[in-house]
C-alpha cells in the first residue's frame, strides 16, 4: 500500500511539474490539461481526477470543457491540481503558476504547506496543523480560505477523513501513524471565503442504481468503469455524442445517482493552493516531492 500511494505520488509530482512548466501567456488550458492527463497514463499510473486548472479568483474545481477555448494570459494567477492513482492509491498535489504580481499570495501558500509538514506526526491534532497555516498566511497581511481544506487519502477515495483545516478550528482529533492526507493550504488576499458558482463539468458517482432509459444506461457503464472516482464532461464526449452526454448527466443528476462539484470562487480576492499528499510518520514520508 505504501509502495502504491510512493509511486502515484512521483507520478503525480511529475505529471504536475510538466504541467505546470506549460502555463505560459497564450497557452490553451485545453491543451494542458489534455497534455497532463497523457503524461500520467506515460508514467505508468491512472487518473485520480480530471485536472483542475483554476485562474484568479476562482479557488478549485474549474475543469476543461471538450471545447474550452481559454487561453492563460499576462497577469494570470493559475492553479492547477493533479491526481494520479496506482491500484486506487491517490498521490494528490498542487502548485500555483503566477503569470503576473501575486508573489506573496503565492509564497503565503507554499510556506504554509513546508509549516504544516514541518509539524506533522502521529498524534498531532487537526487544530494545530490549522493553526501554523492559518499563522503563516496572516503574517502576510492575507488570509487563509476557511471552507476549504484538506482531506485524508483512502482507496478510490480522493476526499476521506479526516479533513485538514486551513484555520485553527478547535477540533482535536489527532492523526494515527500510517494515515494518507492531503494538505492544501489555499491564500486569498480576500475575505477568506468561497461559493459555488456554475456551471460544473466534474461529477462523481455515489448512488449506483438503475436507470431506465437506454443512452443513460450506456453512458453509466463508462461512468462505473472510474471506480467512483471524479470524471468529467470531457471525457465522456470522447466516446459519445455531446447530446447523448448532456441528457445522460442531467438524468443522473436528477436521479442523484451522480453529484457534481461546480468551480470554486474567492468572495473578493485572488487565490493561491499549494498541495502535497504526506503519510504520517515520525518523519512523514511525502509522497509527492519531486525529490523524493
Known amino acids: 500500500m505504501i509502495e502504491d500511494y510512493k509511486k502515484a505520488g512521483r507520478i503525480a509530482a511529475q505529471a ?14 485545453l491543451e494542458v490539461s489534455d497534455l497532463v492527463e497523457k503524461k500520467i497514463i506515460d508514467l505508468g499510473g491512472e487518473i485520480a481526477f480530471p485536472t483542475q486548472i483554476s485562474l484568479n479568483q476562482v479557488a478549485a474545481h474549474n475543469c476543461a470543457d471538450p471545447d474550452d477555448k481559454t487561453v492563460f494570459k499576462e497577469g494570470d494567477l493559475v492553479k492547477i ?6 491500484n486506487g492509491f491517490v498521490g494528490d498535489t498542487a502548485r500555483t503558476v503566477d503569470l ?3 508573489k506573496d499570495i503565492v509564497k503565503a ?31 502576510y497581511s492575507l488570509s487563509p480560505v476557511r471552507n476549504l481544506c484538506g482531506h485524508g487519502l483512502g482507496k478510490f477515495n480522493i476526499h476521506d477523513k479526516p ?10 482529533t489527532s492523526l494515527k501513524e500510517g494515515q494518507a492526507i492531503a494538505i492544501e493550504p489555499f491564500a ?4 477568506g471565503m468561497i461559493y459555488e458558482s ?5 461529477f462523481m458517482l455515489t448512488n449506483k442504481k438503475p436507470v431506465r432509459n437506454s443512452i443513460t444506461r450506456e453512458i453509466l457503464k463508462l ?7 471524479p470524471f468529467t464532461t470531457r471525457w465522456l464526449v470522447r466516446k459519445y455524442p455531446v447530446f447523448k452526454v448532456k441528457f445522460a448527466l442531467r438524468d443522473l443528476l436528477n436521479n442523484r445517482i451522480i453529484r457534481d462539484y461546480p468551480p470554486l470562487p474567492e468572495k473578493r480576492g485572488f487565490v493561491a493552493q499549494t498541495e502535497h499528499t504526506v503519510i504520517i510518520k515520525d518523519k512523514p514520508i511525502i509522497t509527492t516531492m519531486l525529490d523524493n
Do not use: C, F, W
Open 109 to 139: 501558500s507554499e510556506e504554509a504547506l513546508a509549516n504544516a509538514i514541518k509539524v506533522l506526526r502521529p498524534g498531532i491534532t487537526l487544530r494545530e496543523i490549522g493553526k501554523e497555516i492559518q499563522e503563516t498566511i496572516q503574517k
Open 163 to 172: 479533513s485538514i483545516p486551513n484555520y485553527d478550528n478547535g477540533d482535536s
Open 198 to 202: 456554475s456551471p460544473a463539468n466534474i
Open 223 to 229: 461512468i462505473e468503469s472510474y471506480n467512483g472516482l
Open 16 to 29: 504536475l511539474d510538466y504541467g505546470a512548466r506549460m502555463i505560459k501567456p497564450g497557452a490553451s488550458l
Open 100 to 102: 503576473g504580481n501575486h
Open 81 to 86: 491540481d493533479v491526481g494520479a492513482h496506482v
Open 188 to 191: 486569498t488576499d480576500g475575505v
